[in-house]
């Protein structure tokens, strides 16, 4: 065990367990939607190669403990051939959360898994993605924020432009929240945002962490060293 390289098993969706020899996989769909078809293959998975246990994460994954390091790349294939996406640590973009918005939630004001493949197909930012540190974003359908908007890199919600005549729905912005061993609430942008800006700002504020950020800091404390007057002006103008 001493020469497995841990943070390339990170990337790919294996952790090491504190037991010696096992690892946790972590599974995941998009918006954290599994067909009941997923969840057959999930519990083969389970049963087969682990202790027919699953858990799941805040993060909506599902994870499979007590794989053994020499069943790693028979669970990758099964869970590839099956349709089955791994997530990831480290320092990396984590999987973006994602509430059913207006899809069938009677509170969703916007169409959140439209938005999210947007992020990704467009913006080609996607989990694993290579950063600083760990990064996540999350997405909520209203003013309700089932997915903590307010405690993530990025956060987003469907909003109510109420300074609009026309009172058009739009999306409300957060920035630079965090848990972990140093919390922090995150900024929250004074306007209600239409989609393309708040992609565009999305993909300014990964950016900036990319090319700012020092390795384990998260962006909570970036903004706190280059200063909020800097970082809003460089990701919003």
Known sequence: MENIDYDSLKRRGFLRQKQEGFFVVRLRKAYGN????????????????????????????????????????????????????????????????????NNWCKSGLVNTFEFYQRIENELGIKCAMDLPHKFKIVISGCPN?????????????????????????GWQVYLGGCGGKTPRLALKLEKIYNENEALRIIARVVKFFKDNAKPKQRLALLIEEVGRERFLKEVLE
Not at 145 to 169: F, W, Y
């Open 34 to 101: 599994y067909a009941s078809i997923d969840l057959e293959n999930i519990k083969s998975i389970a049963d087969q190669f682990g202790r027919g246990l699953v858990h799941a994460t805040t993060r909506q994954g599902l994870e499979i403990p007590y794989i053994k390091y020499e069943d790693i790349a028979l669970v990758e294939a099964k869970a590839k051939q099956t349709g089955l996406e791994t997530g990831t640590s480290g320092p990396r973009l984590r999987t973006t959360t994602v509430c059913p918005g």
């Open 145 to 169: 924020t089932c997915t903590r908007a307010q405690q993530s890199e990025i956060g987003l919600h469907g909003a109510v432009d109420l300074a609009d005549p026309k009172k058009n729905i």
